[in-house]
């Protein structure tokens, strides 16, 4: 992959692939190749962007196109809520104890990716943690109608990458020379 991927200005800002299953959840598990797919999804509009608006920054470039997509994600998962609480009514009705977590979909693995970029975007560009964790609280709410997994926890474990983006924001921010740093506030 090229330097100026989405892919790699993705893993440039630092953002770190949740491994960690939400909450110990067997619906959900996230890998690389969810990533990918994510990935090559939006990479038309990410060179789009590009070619429109060169003035952007990578951050902000990539947090509109993650709000963006965020918002499709959530929109297709709620569409499909009902019809996913049915499948796995059936999964828990019809097979044993043993096999019942294996009910999973790949729209629970793509909200919980898409938020935790967008999240961690957020925290990236130091914006208001009120807003991330009421994106965080929604997001949780809807995932508990399908994963059972109390949302404080699911909440919990999303606005962790916000503040591993903020993390990282700070570190950088404390490299800038003052004199840059005030022509960033003046300029902005």
Avoid at 61 to 67: N, Q, T, V
Avoid at 135 to 147: D, G, K, M, P
Wanted: with cysteine; hydrophobic share 40%.
């Amino acid at each position: 992959m090229s330097e100026n991927s989405l892919y790699s200005q993705i893993f440039q800002l630092g953002f770190v692939l949740p491994v960690q299953l939400p909450a110990q959840s067997p619906s959900i598990s996230i890998s690389e190749a969810d990533l990918h797919a994510i990935v090559e999804h939006l990479t038309p509009l990410y060179e789009k962007s590009i070619v429109k608006n060169p003035d952007l920054t990578t951050p902000e470039r990539l947090l509109g196109l993650f709000s963006y997509h965020h918002q499709v994600v959530l929109g297709e998962f709620v569409e499909q809520r009902e019809a996913l609480q049915k499948m796995q009514n059936v999964f828990k009705q019809h097979l044993d104890v043993d096999h019942q977590d294996k009910f999973s979909a790949p729209i629970l693995n793509q909200l919980w990716l898409v938020t935790h970029l967008w999240l961690f975007l957020q925290g990236r560009m130091n914006l208001d943690y009120s807003l991330a964790n009421d994106h965080a609280t929604q997001v949780a709410n809807h995932l508990t109608s399908i994963v059972e997994v109390d949302s404080n926890k699911l909440r919990c474990e999303l606005t962790q990458t916000y503040y591993q983006g903020v993390s990282i924001y700070q570190a950088t921010e404390t490299k800038k020379p003052l004199w840059k740093k005030w022509f960033d506030r003046v300029l902005n």
